[in-house]
């Protein structure tokens, strides 16, 4: 199996739990990975939260694609393979002597390949600037979800924290010249993108929020996170004005405005504040 960062993609039906036999089969085609959950339940109908149990599903993955959208970038013969000439064009100002390109050129072919490329990411050192190159490369590929070749000003949010306020977006975009959206040179070159540590931190608290929504919702499976589900955030004799209070925090329900029944599971996950998870 190749080494890499495995990403849901879609599901093609459901959620798993327990009982659901997830990994009951696999299927793996180089880059892409299918997983079988046969008695998955499938929630039927998210308005009344019947659930038909048992329906089955596949989950697919796919590995980070970083490496081989770099090298289909630079490759500017289309060889499939970056030679130093095509290295050399991918700094914003070639440096004088280039001391990385051999590093990574672990065969000594003179050329690089895209599993040569891949071993260079999150490298430190001596291969620090072409680490975040390809680091950059792979946050690319996972932000630009219409995969139109731009990341588009909706598409970079996704790099700062849940519930961060649109002003500060709004200010990196300008100064990254943002405009309609950045293609891959530019990303790959840019001055200041936001900090891909910060960004990988993002992208753990919303993938903990997901599962923990899923736990949330395990006593009925309905699909959804009702009020009484997300009570089990506190302990047993809670007040409910504490619990109501943390729900309009969470829900985004102005003062005035009546609590609503259930909040989705794109709003639990950006939401602005969650109450501490009682499973960690
Ligand atoms: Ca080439
Ligand atoms: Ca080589
Ligand atoms: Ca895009
Ligand atoms: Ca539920």
């Given at each position: 199996m190749e080494d890499g960062t495995w990403t849901e993609q879609l599901t093609l039906q459901g959620i798993a739990t327990?009982?659901?036999?997830?990994?009951?089969s696999i299927a793996l085609d180089g880059k892409r990975l299918l997983v079988g959950a046969p008695w998955d339940d499938f929630l039927s109908s998210p308005a009344t939260g019947n659930v038909s149990p048992d329906q089955g599903s596949v989950f697919f993955y796919e590995i980070g694609s970083g490496a081989s959208v770099f090298l289909g970038s630079f490759d500017?013969?289309?060889?499939?393979l970056l030679s130093p000439d095509e290295w050399r064009s991918i700094y914003p100002t070639p440096p004088?002597?280039?001391?990385a390109f051999p590093l990574i050129d672990s065969d000594e072919s003179g050329m690089l390949d895209e599993e040569e490329l891949r071993a260079v990411q999150n490298a430190k050192g001596v291969l620090k600037t072409s680490g975040i190159w390809l680091d950059r490369a792979e946050a690319f590929v996972e932000l630009d979800?219409?995969?139109?070749g731009r990341v588009s000003r909706a598409e970079i949010e996704p790099m700062w924290a849940p519930g961060t306020s649109s002003k500060g977006i709004d200010a990196t975009w300008k100064r990254l010249k943002g405009g309609e959206g950045i293609d891959f040179p530019s990303w790959i070159r840019a001055?200041?993108?936001?900090?891909l540590v910060a960004y990988e931190k993002a992208k753990a608290l919303r993938a903990e929020r997901r599962t923990l929504y899923r736990m949330l919702d395990s006593s009925d499976e309905s699909g959804l996170v009702e009020r009484d589900e997300f009570?089990?955030?506190?302990?047993?004799?809670?007040?409910f004005q504490v619990i109501d209070a943390a729900w309009r925090v969470a829900t985004g329900t102005p003062k005035d405005q009546p609590l609503p029944g259930t909040i989705s599971l794109t709003d639990f996950i950006e939401a602005p504040k969650l109450p501490k998870s009682p499973w960690k």
């Amino acid at each position: 199996m190749e080494d890499g960062t495995w990403t849901e993609q879609l599901t093609l039906q459901g959620i798993a739990t327990t009982g659901d036999a997830f990994g009951f089969s696999i299927a793996l085609d180089g880059k892409r990975l299918l997983v079988g959950a046969p008695w998955d339940d499938f929630l039927s109908s998210p308005a009344t939260g019947n659930v038909s149990p048992d329906q089955g599903s596949v989950f697919f993955y796919e590995i980070g694609s970083g490496a081989s959208v770099f090298l289909g970038s630079f490759d500017l013969n289309h060889d499939g393979l970056l030679s130093p000439d095509e290295w050399r064009s991918i700094y914003p100002t070639p440096p004088k002597k280039e001391s990385a390109f051999p590093l990574i050129d672990s065969d000594e072919s003179g050329m690089l390949d895209e599993e040569e490329l891949r071993a260079v990411q999150n490298a430190k050192g001596v291969l620090k600037t072409s680490g975040i190159w390809l680091d950059r490369a792979e946050a690319f590929v996972e932000l630009d979800t219409d995969q139109d070749g731009r990341v588009s000003r909706a598409e970079i949010e996704p790099m700062w924290a849940p519930g961060t306020s649109s002003k500060g977006i709004d200010a990196t975009w300008k100064r990254l010249k943002g405009g309609e959206g950045i293609d891959f040179p530019s990303w790959i070159r840019a001055n200041s993108l936001p900090p891909l540590v910060a960004y990988e931190k993002a992208k753990a608290l919303r993938a903990e929020r997901r599962t923990l929504y899923r736990m949330l919702d395990s006593s009925d499976e309905s699909g959804l996170v009702e009020r009484d589900e997300f009570a089990l955030f506190f302990r047993s004799g809670t007040r409910f004005q504490v619990i109501d209070a943390a729900w309009r925090v969470a829900t985004g329900t102005p003062k005035d405005q009546p609590l609503p029944g259930t909040i989705s599971l794109t709003d639990f996950i950006e939401a602005p504040k969650l109450p501490k998870s009682p499973w960690k």
